[in-house]
């Protein structure tokens, strides 16, 4: 899965989170295996969940992927078989002797062999080992303070133990920019649109959403009422002369705490603490870089001229006062309605054009560059040329040979 994509995951689980879709969440970690979410784990541990405990678990690691794992799987099955003896139900104590621990009779046989035998004794706290056992509560306590620790060292954990660091509502504000920019692709933009839909592309010469579901009955819009007929997305809505912040929501996507690594043992599994220490590695990501950006010069009158522009580059999109100025990702194709058909101005440049930009206030004015480097100013509607301005290198003799004959071809022709 390439990053971005990940990062789309971890932006659904943030949403998720906010919109309290809590069982949702925490399958969608599991399933994706990008975010271990320790809180989530150590409630279900000390409420003694242990499927739940054992599933969530399986989208993170297996028993065999190595002896971290290994352990961390032994000691939950074996709390869990101690608790079936200390209830004195032998029947489901057997049960988990064979379908969950008599998986680690191949790594220590003895080891397998002494817990077999504590179906023998009447009290498992007669075995030596086991004698300072307390209740239910404080086992499953003292076993999650080791399972913390053999996570925190298991190398399939690595980066997985901390949400990233995003403002609230993040998905939210960039459907907003979403939305801003479509309405700038519209040839007459409306001053308060009416958007119903994120189904399809917002337009202001057609009908919006006329098959969608009403903004009441959308879970993203919310019930948030309607000012001038749009309804707002969460902190950032579109068109807004004055958006209010929405305060920061607290939960695990807000400034995650730093994970310290504590010391864990590595060594064989068993009744006792472990004595071994292992420390864990730390890799901290580096964020890629920014993608290049250009400014580019918008406009929303019928006769701007709006031509395909090279995909991958990026724009600052100067909005009106009315709207939130963004940077958006230049990957989209203008719609063939927001072509002209027919021929309104014939103009003889000389050589042929490259690159065409009206005046942002005296429409009439057009710029044009050339293949060649030349520059023209005209004006359309009388179709005279009022400056021109042909290419030239300064201090051509300073140039390399191969610029200089270049230079001197351009002058021939």
């Known amino acids: 899965m390439s990053s971005l994509s990940r990062e789309l995951v971890f932006l659904i689980l943030q949403f998720l989170d906010e919109e309290k879709f809590k069982e949702t969440v925490h399958k969608l970690e599991q399933e994706s295996g990008f975010y271990f979410n320790m809180k989530y784990f150590e409630d279900e541990v000390i409420n003694g969940n242990w499927d739940e405990v054992e599933r969530y678990l399986g989208g993170f690691t297996k028993v065999d992927d190595n002896r971290y794992s290994m352990k961390i799987f032994f000691e939950i099955r074996k709390q869990k078989y101690l608790e079936a003896l200390d209830k004195h139900d032998r029947s489901k104590a057997v049960e988990i002797l064979v379908k969950d621990l008599k998986v680690f009779a191949s790594f220590n046989e003895e080891l397998f062999k002494e817990i077999t035998q504590l179906l023998t004794l009447e009290n498992f706290r007669e075995n030596e080992q086991l004698s300072k056992y307390g209740d239910t509560k404080s086992a499953r306590a003292i076993m999650l303070v080791e399972l913390k620790k053999l996570i925190e060292a298991n190398p399939l954990f690595r980066d997985k133990l901390q949400f990233p660091n995003l403002k609230s509502s993040r998905l939210r504000t960039l459907i907003n920019q979403s939305l801003n920019w479509q309405h700038q692709l ?38 948030i009422p309607k000012p001038g007929g749009f309804p707002q997305l969460g902190a950032h809505g579109p068109f807004q002369p004055a958006p209010t912040p929405v305060a920061p929501l607290a939960g695990w996507m807000s400034n995650p705490p730093a994970v310290t690594h504590p010391a864990v043992s590595g060594g064989a599994i068993g009744f006792g603490t472990p004595t071994n220490p292992a420390a864990m590695l730390k890799h901290p990501r580096t964020p890629s870089a920014a993608n290049p950006s250009m400014d580019y010069p918008s406009g929303d009158s019928d006769h701007v001229s709006k031509r395909p522009r090279p995909v991958g580059l990026s724009e600052e999109v100067n909005l009106p006062v009315n709207m939130m100025p963004v940077t958006y990702p230049q990957s989209h194709s203008y719609p063939q309605d927001d072509f002209h058909k027919a021929v309104a101005r014939t103009l ?9 930009d009206f005046h942002p206030v005296q429409q009439t004015l057009l710029l044009v560059g050339t293949n060649v480097g030349d520059i023209g100013l005209w004006d359309v509607g009388t179709k005279e040329r009022l400056v021109v301005r042909n290419f030239k290198v300064w201090e051509l003799g300073k140039c390399s040979m191969a610029l200089q004959v270049c230079s001197l071809q351009y002058v021939v022709q």
Do not use: E, W, Y
Not at 212 to 219: E, G, L, R
Not at 348 to 356: C, I, L, N, V, Y
């Open 348 to 356: 003889s440049q000389g050589s042929a054009p490259m690159s065409m």
């Open 186 to 223: 519209c040839k007459n933009p409306r001053p308060n649109p009416d958007i119903k839909t994120l189904f399809v592309d917002h337009s202001c010469g057609q009908p919006n959403g006329a098959r969608a579901p009403s903004p009441a009955n959308n879970p993203l819009l919310g019930s």
